[in-house]
């Protein structure tokens, strides 16, 4: 290849750009796979890889206070959330979304350290109440300033809009996994209950449907605009006004184009056809008051 020509990767950059680990891996499958989508590799396969850099990092910083990723997680949480009366272990377990046993086990190392102590909680007998010693306490004023100063330093080779575009498309991909709702009290605009796109493909490969790209409904709360506009459980949305709903954060949009009060126009597939369907929001749903859903679905 001459020095001027570029060559194109299997992800769609050029040689205009540096080439890393993953440029090399794509190669070598296009070359012997050339029948196969390894697109989703160069965003995976990096995440995955700079993760691994970035825990190598971190856990070096952990090291120099004496600390591991795991008592780390529970030092912070603990500095942030504790008003100076104890945290419970059912607030521990939320915050780092653990098990009961798991959190029990960091803590009781943590007591032996001398980083954290139990007390008794006056609300309930049944339960203790976790807080940082003194000790702790410093500890924690040294290293949230040190672990801070560290990813900065991992973050240096790019600009702060490229840092802000970054963590943007980072949050748009961690909702779909994580999900959304709206505040306990809000009245929900549409009254629904949504699948990310990722489940929607395995649901409808299940049940023998063909591929469709969109929100899955999981729920339609009666009574509701979508209900009332004959939007069902097992339905995909497809588009919103002129988003593609490939994310709760396109559908959102769509609502935010819509004036208030007005109509959201909608393209749907059910079984092996689609329809159009139109969703006045003129009267929004009644909040979904009492009523746990499970993580990683849309409230909408």
Not at 144 to 150: C, V
Request: hydrophobic content about 40%; aromatic content about 4%.
């Amino acid at each position: 290849m001459a020095p001027h020509e570029r060559r194109t990767v299997p992800d769609g950059s050029d040689d205009a750009v540096p080439r890393d680990s993953v440029d090399l891996l794509l190669f070598s499958w296009a070359d012997r796979r050339p029948d196969l989508d390894f697109s989703p590799v160069a965003l995976v396969a990096r995440l995955a890889r700079v993760r691994a850099h970035i825990d190598a990092a971190l856990d070096q910083v952990f090291a120099e206070h004496g600390l591991g990723a795991s008592t780390f997680a529970v030092l912070v949480t603990l500095a942030r959330v504790d008003d100076g009366t104890g945290v419970t272990q059912r607030r521990l377990m939320d915050e780092l979304d653990l098990t009961s046993g798991t959190v029990s086990v960091r803590v009781d190392r943590m007591v032996e350290t001398g980083l954290v102590i139990r007390s008794a909680d006056p609300e309930s007998k049944r339960n203790s109440l976790v807080s940082l010693t003194p000790r702790g306490r410093e500890l924690a004023e040294r290293v949230i300033p040190a672990h801070l100063d560290n990813e900065a330093r991992m973050l240096a080779g790019l600009t702060d809009d490229e840092r802000g575009l970054l963590a943007g498309l980072l949050r748009k991909l961690l909702v779909e996994f994580e999900g959304s709702a709206p505040p306990p009290d809000a009245r929900c605009r549409l009254g629904l209950t949504l699948a990310p796109v990722h489940r929607t493909i395995t649901v409808r490969q299940s049940a023998g449907l063909p591929p469709a790209l969109g929100l899955l409904v999981r729920s339609a709360q009666p009574g509701s605009p979508a209900a009332r506009a004959g939007i069902r459980t097992g339905d995909v949305l497809l588009r919103a006004g002129h988003y593609e709903l490939r994310s709760i954060a396109a559908l959102h949009a769509a609502l935010a184009d819509t004036p208030h009060g007005g109509d959201l126009r909608l393209r749907i597939a059910r079984g092996t056809g689609e329809h159009g369907a139109t969703v006045s929001l003129a009267h929004p749903a009644e909040p979904r008051s009492g009523v746990t859903s499970p993580a990683g679905y849309h409230y909408l």
